[in-house]
């Protein structure tokens, strides 16, 4: 009788040691042995079978393998703080939820226009707040919000349409570098992929998610700004405080389920900027006050 003992490596190749009758025919012999010498024979413990789930390089599983169990973290109370939220959000009537970047383009213009225009109010939008933003975009619109119409424009007056905006002077230098990369390289349009629009001058990550996200309707990420990295760190959505939009962006898409990402943004911050506030936050009115861990602190 063959007694099979197989073990697999976790390099994605499994080794095999086989013992068979000849294995079996060498025991029962040293079995005669002993009973002639009547000395007790020490049995041999029944091989037992090692199952070693694992991933190749590529990361397939391998053929055979059983899946790996992995325990996934996730913050406490994680489901009903964000059912409160979307009640406290049900009215829909925060400034993102009117004047956020999808409301800033022409929806008459033709759909490559559009598109220019959502990343032009994306990066307008960088340490501004939404009326500003919006102010900014009614004027470019009045004047006529193309790729080309920008080239045309010289950088002052186009710092004149733009002003305040945050940053208003750097964001005239890269409105003008980005449009001229997208008049030569894509025909007017912007691109359709994270990593070539991170690489527009003065488009971070949380720009081009929801750019993705708003333009080309393609969940790409979560997009974190000032809003939900501040909530996700009082909520304790991270399993560690984090330091920074992208840390947070990552630490939330460990766990968070990936039918909420496109949702998330536009929910925290509509909260953050009517309950969830970054200073002076108004917990007496938030359904989250004993669920949250920042509001037994502050």
Known sequence: MEVQTRISSGTGMAGERLYSGEQAGDDASQAAESRK???PVKRQRKAQRLHVAYEDSHGEKSEGAEPLAVTVWEPQDWC??????????NRKDAPVDQLGAEHCCDPSAPPKV?????LL????SSQTKDQ??????????????TVNRILQTDDN???KLIYPVGFWRSKVKFIKQTSAILQQRYDGDIPASLAELVALPGVGPKMAHLAMAV????????AVDTHVHRIANRLRWTRRMTKSPEETRAALEEWLPRELWHEIN??????GQQICLPIHPRCQACLNQALCPAAQSL
């Open 37 to 39: 010498s009547h000395r």
């Open 80 to 89: 009903q703080q964000l059912a409160n939220i979307r009640t406290m959000r």
């Open 121 to 124: 109010a994306l990066m307008l």
């Open 132 to 145: 500003v933003t919006a102010g900014a975009m009614q004027r470019l619109r009045a004047q006529g919000l």
């Open 215 to 222: 333009a080309w309707g393609t969940v790409s990420g979560i």
């Open 266 to 271: 536009g929910l925290l911050v509509g909260f």
């Open 157 to 159: 007056t186009l710092g």
């Open 114 to 118: 559009q598109r220019y225009q959502v």
